[in-house]
């Protein structure tokens, strides 16, 4: 009987984030200080709907 492939199957490392706490705080902060969500989304490569 063959074993489902998510049984049993270890992942061998982490994910690793893109941004540490401290960056995502600084980007939050860009945007509660008025800055336009296109720009800040341009600014670090992500989507707006992230932010």
Same mark, same amino acid.
């Given at each position: 009987? *063959?074993?489902?492939w998510?049984?049993? #199957?270890r ?7 893109r941004?540490? =706490? $401290?960056q995502?705080? $600084?980007? !939050?902060? =860009?945007l509660?200080a /008025? *800055?336009?969500?296109?720009?800040v989304?341009?600014? #670090? /490569?992500?989507s =707006?709907?992230? !932010?």
């Open positions: 009987m *063959a074993i489902p998510h049984q049993g #199957y992942f061998p490392h982490m994910r690793k984030f941004f540490t =706490e $401290g995502i705080v $600084g980007i !939050l902060k =860009e509660k /008025d *800055a336009k969500s296109t720009s989304s341009r600014k #670090y /490569d992500v =707006e709907s992230t !932010l």
